[in-house]
């Protein structure tokens, strides 16, 4: 048998974490648009326990009006909806001038592979 087990003294006031230095950086703000409100609810919820700030939409129209107002840093788009293609949505986008990156969504999706795609295309 052996004595009690050591353990090394905690001292009494622990150093401080250092302070951040600079601005901390916002989030990614990623522009969810599927018509299906389940699927939207599920991509919104995974994109923000990732980090990320998400607006969520569920038509082309409502896309490219909110794409124009809040300037995401990334749409992810359901390829069929009820008013536009995803890709219809995406190049109006461009044409309009806005370089946003676009991940077309397929059906079916992982919701692990979507999230690491918007994350490597946020980071090049």
Known sequence: MTGPASF???PPNPPAPAPVSGPVPAP???LVVDD???VRDLLTETFRLAGFDVTAVG???AA???AYAETPDLVVLDVRLPDF???DVARILRDAGREVPVVLLPKPFSLENVVTRVREMLAA
């Open 85 to 87: 293609d995803g890709a």
């Open 64 to 66: 490219l009006n909110t």
């Open 8 to 10: 090394p003294e905690v």
């Open 36 to 38: 299906e409100q389940d």
């Open 59 to 61: 038509t082309g129209v």
């Open 28 to 30: 990614a703000r990623v």
